[in-house]
């Protein structure tokens, strides 16, 4: 839930948001690659707005975000929660995240050190790609549980078959052995290189197939406009061709049971943490061998 966005002359970080435990995202935007300063700079911005209590956060998004009324009743209402959280949970703890057009090794090591001294710090990368001789921007909607990867390298990815928009999407990438997004939505599955894992969510079903990508992304026609359907080839690992199976799906709310997370899986494609990808295939293994 975003609540605030810099405002000139002021310092402050390029963004605010909460999640659904009230924890404060610290995110900073820089156009050059990840280096030891960045990282500086967005914990000095914790040391700052890490210090608001509920109040001082209202007040913010009053400002920032033109917000009305009581943040914590916009709080509930966003994250669908059964009661408002307490004016005490707010901003009990700060997550730092650093924007920007590449990490470097160096950057990388300095995460993981403050990751091992308790300080909850990531790094997530942008991509300028040049389609047909125009430049796109393309980034992974951030996932708090994801984990910082190398953009250079495979990774774990979940991909929606976009059943709101293509009700029968799902078939023809089951069939063809491939992840896709159409249109104005294709560019989410322009960065996942060859070598990764894919996840297939089906909205409303839940996880449906899982495959490793065979090479990086493919353009072909959809709906009769040349180049508007992006695809990553895959070799399937199972899939559930019938819907009669999908009784073995693994469910957003059996994922987010076991991490304790409130993950809604809407986004075309994201990135998967380890932890993540073991939940759903541990959630798999149990499936089938009931259905066994």
Same mark, same amino acid.
């Given at each position: ?67 009305? +009324? ?5 709080? !509930? &209402?966003?994250?669908?929660?059964? /009661?408002?959280?307490? @004016? ?122 899982? +495959? ?5 992304? !493919? &353009?072909?026609?959809?709906?009769? /406009?040349?180049?508007? @359907? ?63």
């Amino acid at each position: 839930m975003l609540i605030g966005q810099e405002r000139q002359r002021q310092e402050e970080a390029d963004l605010f948001a909460l999640d659904r435990k009230g924890t404060l995202y610290i995110f900073e935007l820089k156009r050059w690659q990840s280096a030891a300063e960045n990282l500086l700079q967005v914990m000095r911005y914790g040391q700052i707005f890490g210090r608001y209590d509920y109040t001082a956060l209202q007040n913010l998004a009053h400002r920032h975000q033109k917000l009305e +009324g009581e943040l914590k009743e916009k709080h !509930q &209402k966003h994250f669908d929660l059964v /009661e408002p959280l307490p @004016e005490s949970a707010f901003n009990q703890d700060q997550v730092f995240i650093v924007v920007t057009n590449g990490v470097d090794r160096d950057t990388l090591d300095a995460i993981k050190y403050w990751k091992q001294k308790g300080v909850r710090i990531d790094s997530l990368t942008y991509r300028l790609y040049s389609v047909e001789g125009k430049a796109h921007l393309w980034f992974d909607v951030y996932n708090p549980e994801q984990d910082v990867i190398l953009e250079e390298n495979p990774g774990t990815y979940c991909v929606n078959t976009n059943a709101t928009y293509q009700a029968e999407a799902w078939r023809e990438m089951l069939n063809k052995g491939r992840a896709s997004a159409y249109e104005i939505r294709k560019y989410a599955v322009a960065g996942i290189p060859k070598g990764s894992t894919v996840y297939l969510y089906h909205t409303g079903v839940g996880v449906i197939a899982k +495959g490793k990508t065979t090479a990086s992304f !493919q &353009k072909a026609p959809y709906d009769g /406009e040349a180049d508007e @359907e992006f695809f990553v080839p895959l070799a399937f690992e199972w899939k559930l061709n019938d819907p009669n199976d999908w009784s073995k799906a693994v469910k957003a709310w059996e994922i987010n049971n076991e991490l304790g997370t409130g993950y809604r899986f809407r986004q075309t494609s994201f990135a998967v943490s380890d932890e993540m990808a073991k939940t759903i295939d541990a959630i798999r293994a149990k499936k089938i061998t009931v259905h066994s």
